[in-house]
Nanobody, 125 residues
Framework: VQLQASGGGLVQAGDSLRLSCSAS????????LGWFRQAPGKEREFVAA????????NFADSVKGRFTISRDNTKNTVSLQMNSLKPEDTAVYYC???????????????????WGQGTLVTVSS
């Protein structure tokens, strides 16, 4: 499975941004997807995850109520809608695939099998 993230950029606090991730190479395979982020000098942290069906989602407490995750399996894409952005949301955002489950995957990055290259989100105050 190859993942390609896009949509990052420079925004101001309070703005919105939508990240997208396209998946390829996983034909006929159902898998869970997630988003992680890594700020400079910090460990990679979980942001959100979604099941294959899209009916189950999970969010980090720090983004609950501000971020939503969705997927379109007809287009092999997963999106992260980020609203009310804060400077502490600044990070490189990565999409990841857990091919071992169709249910919503957990927050441990070690549980994911494939990773995209990351897209930078910078939120200015």
């Amino acid at each position: 499975v190859q993942l390609q993230a896009s949509g990052g950029g420079l925004v101001q606090a309070g703005d919105s941004l939508r990240l997208s991730c396209s998946a390829s190479g996983g034909a006929y395979r159902a898998f869970a997807l997630g988003w992680f982020r890594q700020a400079p000098g910090k460990e990679r942290e979980f942001v959100a995850a979604i099941s294959w069906s899209g009916r189950s989602t999970n969010f980090a407490d720090s983004v609950k109520g501000r971020f939503t995750i969705s997927r379109d399996n007809t287009k092999n894409t997963v999106s992260l809608q980020m609203n009310s952005l804060k400077p502490e949301d600044t990070a490189v955002y990565y999409c990841a695939a857990d091919i071992d489950t169709v249910y919503v995957a957990g927050p441990n990055p070690a549980g994911y099998d494939y990773w995209g290259q990351g897209t930078l989100v910078t939120v200015s105050s």
